[in-house]
């Protein structure tokens, strides 16, 4: 089957956006179930990995059509948030990966290799929205050696929940796996941040009662947010009973700030933490405002009792992230009086140009002009 999955992908590689190549990588894998350790599994999630923050994604020309203006605070916050500061507010600001080749000679020095990529992120991010775990159950060990690199600072991983467990049928009967994946990042110990759920695009309203018991299954000793897609979700009625559900199970919802889904960044906060989601666009003109937009709000959130902010930069290009990072990091920490960490960049070499040797005639013309 592996062969012929590969073959396959050859195939649509040249012939096929990589957007409908997770639709049709989703369909090979319910139409040919099989155990997420098998061999194939890894082929798979190499794949699916392509395809994983084209969400929201829209044409470049179409940015300057957007309206990305934040909603109003939703007057269901007031029952969260008591309007004053709270005491040792955390802000956490990351991306959703660390292994970028792009960065390398960016903000990561020349030549560093894959297996160093942690260590490095480790000094221009405090926190890291960890998507690796949504494609991959990994034990303590794993676990354990990564945390190893943050050794000595306030840095966390707010690891995405096996999809195994998220995207494949039912939230029903997953009691194995969903424990494998607990018992694995737990080991993150004090560098353990809020853990991710997310749910399908295709997950509606019509399964909430499945959605809602799953979550209330969950171990009340560690931190948990939603994200949920579907649009059935946002309808006034809905939103209303989903949030209030959330809020009385103690789950926060995450924020989703992407150009084609403005539905998704809905401000709503069940929990006085915030889990957000920000999808720029490569350096857009629009990334800027947008950003001074969530800074604002950010000093809104300190000023009104938020006791924790976690913000993570996704970009289609992820390439240029750390630029936006810089932009969002000073931003915050001018408006907010905070002291955060932000990308530093390689400096440059440059080069001298070298000096022209001197031919033998024009040595001789000058050596003669010295003694006159």
């Known amino acids: 089957m592996a062969g012929s999955l590969q073959t396959s992908y050859i195939v649509l590689q040249k012939r096929t956006r990589i957007t409908r190549i997770g639709r049709i990588l989703n369909k090979i894998t319910r139409d040919y179930p099989f155990h997420w350790c098998h061999p194939c599994s890894v082929f798979l999630v190499d794949v699916l990995k392509i395809n994983s923050m084209e969400f929201g994604r829209i044409p470049v020309e179409e940015l300057d059509k957007i309206n990305f203006k934040l909603p109003a605070e939703p007057s269901f916050n007031k029952n969260i948030l008591k ?51 949504h494609y991959k159950v990994y034990g303590a060990a794993g676990i354990q050696k990564w945390a190893e690199k943050t050794k000595g600072k306030d840095f966390l991983f707010c690891p995405k929940m096996f ?128 950003i001074d937009d969530w800074v604002n709000h950010t000093k809104y959130y300190l000023d009104n009792g938020m006791k924790e902010i976690y913000f993570f930069m996704h970009m289609h290009d992820e390439a240029t992230s750390p630029e936006l990072t810089v932009y969002l990091v000073d931003k915050l920490n001018k408006v907010c009086g905070l002291d955060l960490i932000k990308p530093k960049f390689v400096e440059a070499t440059i080069e001298q140009p070298k000096k022209k040797t001197k031919g033998l005639l024009n040595q001789l013309k000058t050596k003669n002009s010295e003694l006159f």
């Open 83 to 133: 309007g004053e500061p709270a005491k040792n507010c955390k802000v956490y600001v990351g991306c959703a990966k660390w292994g970028r080749p792009e960065w390398v000679g960016k903000i990561y020095p020349p030549k560093t290799k894959e297996k160093d990529f942690l260590e490095h992120y480790v000094n221009h991010y405090n926190s890291i929205e960890l998507n690796a775990t």
């Open 163 to 290: 999809q195994g467990v998220t995207h494949r049928g039912s939230l029903k009967g997953r009691d194995f796996i969903l424990n494998e994946f607990l018992r694995g990042i737990v080991a993150f110990e004090k560098h353990l941040g809020p853990i991710f759920v997310q749910v399908s695009d295709t997950f509606s309203p019509k399964r909430k009662d499945e959605l809602f018991d799953f979550l209330k299954s969950l171990p009340t000793d560690l931190q948990f947010f939603l994200e949920v897609r579907h649009p059935g979700w946002f309808k006034n009625e809905l939103k209303e009973e989903m949030f209030e559900t959330l809020k009385k199970i103690n789950v926060g919802a995450v924020i989703t700030d992407t150009a084609g889904r403005r539905d998704c960044a809905h401000m709503y906060v069940t929990i006085p933490k915030v889990f957000i989601r920000y999808v720029g666009n490569s350096l857009h003109k629009t990334d800027y405002t947008r």
